[in-house]
């Protein structure tokens, strides 16, 4: 299930975007907000992870699948409208892409008008990416909870509770010196996640320093088995 279910997204994705970019993989219409997804590659083992690539080694390095329709991408046109990027994955804090672009658009002095939104587990916090937060516009990271300390490696195997301390630690140290950084929480509603709802709101009062801490809950929808 978990397969197909990739394939028929790939396919409303690829029909999403048709009418948008030519026979020669170029933009015909210029965006306001990208919303990009270059590689599934993720550290992770969710049960409930659509994305084929889940089961990849956390020492395998991700497999650049788009090669020269990203590079055709970095262009100063197709970036001239737009004021906002959201990142997902995969994890997009191991994405080589997500480093390069944000490179790209801050050498063509777009960042300021940009709102950067990352979609992460957050098992991972690159220095070398977060130091060039402080040169966009906003910077929101919402971390994917989906269980309680206790349950956490059952369902996310194998991200554990005290990395997610670790990492949310080093944030709050980062917004104390980048005030456009905010920090926000989702939790996927599951069969599996359902159970640990309550814990996991009591666990995350110990990030009230960051603000809101109060999730965004997303029902699953597909795989269906999963509701």
Request: aromatic letters at 10%; glycine letters at 4%; charged letters at 20%.
């Amino acid at each position: 299930p978990r397969q197909n279910y990739s394939s028929e997204m790939s396919e409303e994705f690829a029909a999403s975007v048709g009418t948008m970019v030519s026979e020669t993989h170029r933009l015909t219409r210029y965006p306001t907000r990208l919303a990009l997804n270059y590689e599934p590659f993720c550290n992770l083992r969710c049960m409930t992870c659509s994305v084929v690539d889940a089961f990849s080694s956390v020492t395998k390095p991700a497999v650049d699948t788009v090669g020269a329709e990203f590079d055709g991408l970095l262009t100063e046109q197709n970036f001239s409208r737009v004021n906002e990027i959201i990142f997902s994955g995969g994890e997009p804090l191991l994405s080589r892409h997500c480093k390069k672009l944000l490179k790209f658009v801050s050498d063509l002095d777009r960042a300021k008008n940009i709102d950067l939104i990352y979609h992460t587990n957050l098992s991972v916090l690159p220095v070398e990416e977060t130091a060039i937060w402080g040169k966009f516009k906003r910077v929101t990271i919402i971390v994917g909870i989906d269980a309680d300390p206790h349950s956490i490696e059952y369902v996310r195997y194998p991200l554990k509770w005290a990395t997610l301390e670790k990492n949310l630690s080093a944030l709050s140290a980062f917004v104390a010196t980048i005030p456009n950084l905010q920090i926000r929480f989702s939790y996927l509603v599951t069969i599996l996640s359902l159970p640990h709802l309550g814990r996991a709101l009591s666990a995350l009062t110990a990030f009230r320093h960051l603000g809101n801490v109060v999730p965004s809950l997303r029902i699953i929808s597909k795989p269906s088995h999963f509701r």
